[in-house]
């Protein structure tokens, strides 16, 4: 895999381990509707590990999404930053976080948050551009 982001930051982080939680979480995925279960996990600023899957519902608008377990996540261990997130298919295969996922994963990491994609890491600033956020607010 080519990893596009030169960052030493990036080459210290543990990728794989990070992988491997995330599809761990996606064997715990709640999917009988869609019978598509994804799996996320991230490496947190203090060094901690969260991780989530999707739950869906039979009212199937209200299926969340596993990033959505993986905020949830966050804030009940802890919270802190979100520095490198990995989501999975069923297959282990990277998988793009939906548009309205990457919302929330931006409000967690800004735009320096780093996204495993096929292509290598990828920043949220390129995955989310111009993105919606806290600093608007103030
Ligand atoms: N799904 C996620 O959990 N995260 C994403 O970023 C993309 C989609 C879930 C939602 C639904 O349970 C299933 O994948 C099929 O869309």
Same mark, same amino acid.
């Given at each position: ?5 030169? #960052?030493?930051?990036? #080459?210290?982080? /543990? @990728?794989?381990?990070?992988? #491997?939680? /995330? ?13 598509? !279960? ?7 600023? #203090? ?5 989530? $899957? ?10 969340? $999404? ?7 996540? &966050? ?8 520095? /490198?997130?990995?989501?999975?298919? /069923?297959?282990?295969?990277? &998988?793009? !976080?939906?548009?309205? $996922?990457?919302?929330? &994963? ?8 780093? &996204?495993?994609? !096929? ?10 551009? @111009? ?8």
């Amino acid at each position: 895999m080519t990893n596009t982001n030169n #960052d030493s930051h990036t #080459d210290s982080i /543990a @990728w794989s381990h990070i992988h #491997d939680l /995330a599809k761990e979480a996606m064997t715990k995925a709640y999917a009988p509707y869609s019978n598509f !279960p994804v799996g996320v996990a991230a490496l947190v600023s #203090d060094g901690r590990y969260v991780s989530g $899957c999707n739950v869906e519902n039979a009212s199937y608008g209200l299926g969340l $999404c596993a990033e959505c377990g993986l905020v949830s996540n &966050l804030a009940h261990s802890g919270g802190g930053r979100l520095i /490198a997130v990995v989501c999975v298919d /069923a297959a282990g295969n990277y &998988l793009a !976080p939906c548009g309205r $996922c990457r919302q929330l &994963l931006f409000e967690h990491g800004g735009p320096e948050l780093l &996204l495993m994609t !096929p292509d290598g890491p990828q920043t949220m600033a390129s995955m989310l551009p @111009w993105a919606f956020g806290p600093d608007n607010l103030k």
